[in-house]
């Protein structure tokens, strides 16, 4: 295997020719030196499209990799501009998304740990600001977010909300009984909101569902009624759970104050 390969597999980079690769004392952190192929040059940084070239950019640029061990890596090369018909002027390299200052690896290994872990752990792993892993998930998705349906093929789905803010505002989730995936969330917890998930669903998938899974809420079953009336409403476990808890604390209390009125009586 060529060493080149090697240097491209490491770095988790495609269509990028490595330089050379040097450690800056002063930056306490490994140095890569790299530019497009030939067919990688002077392409959109979007969508990819080979677009007349704009300028040469502001000079050499670095872009954060990840780790090796406990020393940071970077990868520097000019950041020419391109002019595309569609997102105008906006960089272009293979190794990094739009507007990044991470290679593609770099985001990529960050957002599968945001899936994996709290955000906080993954700051500390990585190591980068809180808010940058929100960034950096926001990124990827928007990248690769519309490359699948995630509505496609479902057949058994549970339904839920979910606080968040200190319980002060709420989502509307969906999952995938089947995959165990979440597969669509929007702010609200009514009726209008959820008739959006059957609204982006349409007719024809919406006859698919076979099994539909809910807490008691009034503004769920109504929806289900109007949209889904085929499909089979069940209780989800965690909620017959808890009911089932409610109504012994219930059954306890009850009891504790017959027994409590009979001794003092």
Known sequence: MRESRIWRLVLGVQDT????V?????????????????????????????????DGGVGRRRWRSTDWGEVAVYLEA???????????????????????????????????????????ATRELMPIAWRTVG???ARVWADTGMQRDRLA?????????????KGHKYLTVVVDHDTGRLVWAA??????TLHKFFDELGEERT??????????????AAVLVARCPEAVR????????????QALDTVRRAAWNRLRNRAAS
């Open 135 to 137: 960034v950096i998930v």
């Open 78 to 120: 000019p950041a020419p501009r391109v002019s595309c018909r569609e997102h105008a002027v906006v960089v272009a390299v293979p190794w990094a998304r739009h507007g990044a200052g991470h290679t593609r690896s770099f985001d990529d290994t960050v957002t599968w740990m945001a899936t994996q872990m709290s955000q906080s």
């Open 187 to 192: 702010e609200g917890r009514d009726k209008a």
């Open 22 to 54: 040097v450690f800056d004392e002063d930056a306490d952190a490994v140095i890569v030196s790299v530019r497009p192929v030939a067919r990688a040059r002077h392409r959109c940084g979007l969508c990819r499209t080979r677009c007349a070239r704009y």
């Open 17 to 20: 020719v490595i330089e050379r």
């Open 207 to 220: 006859s698919e569902l076979t099994h539909i899974s809910a807490d008691g809420a009034s503004w769920i």
């Open 153 to 165: 093929g479902l057949r058994r789905i549970g339904i839920d909300e979910v606080a968040y803010k």
């Open 234 to 245: 069940c209780a989800d476990p965690f909620h017959v759970v808890a009911w089932a808890n």
